[in-house]
């Protein structure tokens, strides 16, 4: 008996060899074929010193200088949600700020979709995001910014349009169909082209020249105060920031973790997340987001609450609330807060304020384009 099954075996575990091979065969054959990006040049990304090496570029959506190009028209076309025969005009710059840091900005801090409704959440800042591991959003659900697009386009608060919509409004602005094939090969506009336009254009959203950055690379100093207040960031004893934050060798001021940061004793969101993982420990928890330029991109926090950076500053020194949720890194809990004394809170205010990076604010490369495709 014992034979007959281990025979028995072997010839199941062949039949599984082969069914194997037939399907790998199977499969190369049937992949869409990829889009050629041969004639598009690709684009050079220099890492700034520093800066972690891994990026998150898909193997399929190279950069190349067509395709950011054609991404950044996208991003700053108003007609990109296909809803102009409406009178209604929207695109990601509606909402993504280049002055505010890539956020909507004050006093707006749920913007408005196409038809009037509020987003459920406040603005992340597009910032360094090629680090991004694939937990876009507050809970980390959006897996890339190419689906990131794909979601803006239907969402309801957002373009609340089509993939149809989109793709027609935009095959029919003359000038699109040539940058189509510049970048992609050929002038069909697709909802994956665009996408992996907008993606490309987006992950070229990089911030590595702060003050802070200048002083690590030893081009300025920082006055005493900004020191006081990066020793104070980045101690346990001190304001005890880094450990979410980063900035202690994590120059993107972000772990890309969810953190129950102490907001709040009773946690409704249903989308914090909890809503993705299931984990109880991750009730009220959201992403730690960058503090990369967070001069500019008030209001804070997942839901807007704080207006400017003494409020925040208050809040963790003062004011957390104990749950069963909240995060062991909030090692101060008990006192609820770090007790910072008023000169430490300016310090501590001094040093996040040399995190500005103005020349990203103002960079023209990220900026509206002098004029769309068809304009001559
Ligand atoms: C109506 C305003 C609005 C528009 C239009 C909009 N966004 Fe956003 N965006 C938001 C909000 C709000 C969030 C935070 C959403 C959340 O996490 O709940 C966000 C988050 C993001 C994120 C995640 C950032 C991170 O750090 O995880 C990306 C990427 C992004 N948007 C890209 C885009 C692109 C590309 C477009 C255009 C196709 C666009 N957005 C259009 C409001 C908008
Ligand atoms: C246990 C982890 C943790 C620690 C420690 C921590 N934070 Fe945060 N921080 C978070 C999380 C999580 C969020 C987002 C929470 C939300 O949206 O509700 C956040 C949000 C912020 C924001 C708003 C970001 C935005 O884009 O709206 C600022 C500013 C901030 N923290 C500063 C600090 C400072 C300064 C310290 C030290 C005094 C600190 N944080 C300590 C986890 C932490």
């Known amino acids: ?101 890539f956020v909507i900005g004050m006093p707006r801090p749920h913007p408005y979709g196409l ?43 957002e373009f609340n349009s089509s993939p149809e919509a989109v793709v027609e409004a935009i095959q029919n602005i003359s000038g699109y169909p040539e940058l189509f094939e510049k970048a992609f090969g050929s002038r069909e506009v697709t909802l994956d082209r665009i996408a992996r336009a907008i993606a490309q254009f987006v992950r070229t959203l990089i911030s590595s020249n702060s003050k802070f950055d200048r002083y690590l690379r030893g081009e300025i100093q920082l006055t005493q105060s900004e020191l006081k207040g990066f020793v104070l960031f980045t101690t346990e004893e001190g304001a005890d920031c880094f450990h979410c934050h980063g900035g202690a060798g994590n120059p993107l001021f972000t772990t890309h973790k ?59 020194s003062h004011h957390l609330l104990w749950s069963p949720y909240i995060d062991p890194l909030m090692h101060h809990i008990a006192n609820g807060g770090t007790q910072l004394t008023p000169s430490e809170k300016t310090d501590l205010k001094a040093f996040l304020l040399t995190l500005s990076d103005t020349t990203f604010i103002n960079n023209p490369k990220f900026g509206k384009p002098e004029k769309f495709p068809d304009e001559p």
């Open 258 to 316: 969810f953190y129950n940061n102490g907001k709040d004793t009773l946690f409704t969101d249903p989308a914090d997340r909890y809503s993705i993982t299931g984990d109880p420990m991750d009730r009220g928890a959201y992403k730690a987001s960058t503090l990369r330029n967070i001069e500019f991109t008030a209001p804070y926090m997942n839901d807007g609450r704080f207006n400017t950076l003494d409020e925040v500053i208050e809040f963790y």
């Open 1 to 101: 008996m014992q034979f007959l099954n281990d025979n028995r075996n072997i010839l199941y575990s062949f039949g599984i060899i082969i069914f194997l091979i037939a399907l790998a065969a199977c499969t190369r054959n049937d992949e869409p074929e990829l889009t050629p990006v041969h004639q598009a040049t690709p684009y050079t990304f220099e890492i700034p010193p520093g800066f972690p090496t891994m990026l998150n570029i898909p193997e399929d959506n190279p950069l190349t200088l067509e395709g950011i190009e054609l991404g950044r028209y996208l991003f700053y076309d108003t007609r990109l949600a296909g809803r102009a025969d409406e009178g209604k005009f929207m695109t990601c710059a509606s909402c993504h700020i280049q002055e505010n840091g």
């Open 115 to 157: 038809d009037g409704d509020s987003t459920h959440h406040a603005m992340l800042p597009l910032i360094n995001l090629v680090w991004n591991p694939g937990t876009y959003g507050w809970n980390g659900s959006v897996p890339s910014i190419e689906e990131d697009v794909r979601a803006v386009i239907t969402d309801p608060t």
